[in-house]
């Protein structure tokens, strides 16, 4: 079992960037993918990044390619996601997973409990 820890979230005017962290528990982060999802408020979850076991794949929802970037240190138990060029839209709650044995879009074993974005207009 693991457990997620997001950190990194705030608020941020259109434009700018943020760097969220989400630290996982345990000794076998290297075995998990790695994925962040968000929730706006009267929307559903969404995927919005994924990675391999060992960092070398990644997948973005369209929404977010080429202004978000998602990477991990397995030796820091750590999975991040860099959010540039921020939009109001993508204010929401953004969650870390993590799974075994999954595709990057889940499903996912284990989640964190979030951390909150906002982005001013």
């Known amino acids: 079992q693991v457990q997620l820890v997001e950190s990194g979230g705030g608020l941020v005017q259109a434009g700018g960037s943020l760097r969220l962290s989400c630290a996982a528990s345990?000794?076998?982060?290297?075995?998990?993918?790695m994925g962040w999802f968000r929730q706006a408020p009267g929307k559903e979850r969404e995927f919005v990044a994924g990675?391999?076991?060992?960092?070398?794949?990644?997948y973005y929802v369209d929404s977010v390619k080429g202004r978000f970037t998602i990477s991990r240190d397995n030796a820091k138990n750590t999975v991040y996601l860099q959010m540039n060029s921020l939009k109001p839209e993508d204010t929401a709650v953004y969650y870390c997973a993590a799974g075994v044995l999954v595709g990057p879009t889940g499903p996912y074993d284990y989640w964190g409990q979030g951390t909150q974005v906002t982005v001013s207009s």
């Open positions: 990675i391999s076991e060992s960092g070398g794949n990644t």
């Open positions: 345990g000794r076998t982060f290297s075995t998990y993918t």
